[in-house]
C-alpha cells in the first residue's frame, strides 16, 4: 500500500485513482462528493466539466468505491480521507459496477466507430466471463456473441441493459453504471457527417 510518509509527487496526466494513492501522489481530497452522490442513487446523473477537470479521476475514484469485486482492497485507497469517517463508508464495496470510456473512439466512418465500440464492449465483457458459470440458456449464446465481436445490431445496442441485469440477478443489487467521455463520439459522427446513422444506437 502507499505510505503517507513517502515524498509526495504530482500527479501529472493521471486518472486512475487507485495509481495515485498507491504511488502517494497528491490528491485534493473530493471523496465527500461520493456522499452527495448517495443520496441521488438510482438516479442518471451527467457531469459537465471543461476538459483537463479532473472528471476521469473522479469517475475512477467512484468506481473503486462502489465494486463489489475487491472490495477489501479497495476500502484501503480510502483510509485517511474524508469519506472515510462518512456513515456513507458503509456502502463502500456494495454494488457491481460497470465502467467505460469513449475516449478513442473517433472514427472518419460509421463502420469504423461501430467496430471500435463492438471491441471494447467485447473487453467489458470478458471481464465479466464468470457471469456465463451462472446464466441461463438464453443468456449464455448472447453473452458469448458480444464476447466474440459475432453480436448482431440489436445485440450491440442492448448490450449494457443485458449486462446490468445479469450483474444485478447474480449480484441481487443494483448496478453502477459510469460512462466517460460519452460525448467523444457524437462529437465525431457529427463532425464526419454520419450523425443520423449513429445517433439512434447511442440513443439507447
Not at 479532473?54 to 469519506?83: C, H, P, R, V, W
Not at 472518419?108 to 451462472?134: A, C, P, Q, V
Amino acid at each position: 500500500m502507499f505510505s503517507l510518509e513517502a515524498k509526495k509527487g504530482l500527479p501529472n496526466g493521471i486518472s486512475d485513482f487507485k495509481v495515485l494513492r498507491e504511488a502517494n501522489y497528491y490528491y485534493v481530497d473530493k471523496t465527500k462528493w461520493i456522499e452527495e452522490l448517495q443520496q441521488e442513487i438510482g438516479k442518471t446523473i451527467l457531469f459537465t466539466r471543461p476538459r483537463r477537470f479532473g472528471k476521469t479521476l473522479n469517475m475512477s475514484m467512484l468506481q473503486y468505491f462502489f465494486d463489489i469485486q475487491n472490495q477489501e482492497e479497495n476500502a484501503k485507497l480510502f483510509q485517511g480521507l474524508e469519506i472515510e469517517h462518512s456513515p456513507y463508508m458503509a456502502e463502500q464495496g456494495k454494488y457491481p459496477v460497470v465502467f467505460l470510456s469513449f475516449k478513442d473512439t473517433k472514427r472518419n466512418t460509421w463502420e469504423e466507430m461501430i467496430s471500435d465500440i463492438r471491441f471494447f464492449i467485447s473487453e467489458l465483457f470478458y471481464s465479466f466471463r464468470f457471469l456465463l458459470e451462472n446464466s441461463n440458456e438464453f443468456d449464455i449464446p448472447v453473452f458469448k456473441g458480444i464476447i466474440t465481436k459475432k453480436s448482431n445490431m440489436s445485440e450491440l445496442t442492448n448490450s449494457l441493459k443485458i449486462l446490468s441485469r445479469m450483474l444485478k440477478e447474480h449480484y441481487q443489487q443494483k448496478v453502477v453504471i459510469l460512462i466517460d467521455e460519452y460525448d467523444t463520439p457524437i462529437v465525431s459522427v457529427y463532425e464526419h457527417g454520419y450523425y443520423e446513422e449513429a445517433i439512434s444506437f447511442f440513443r439507447n
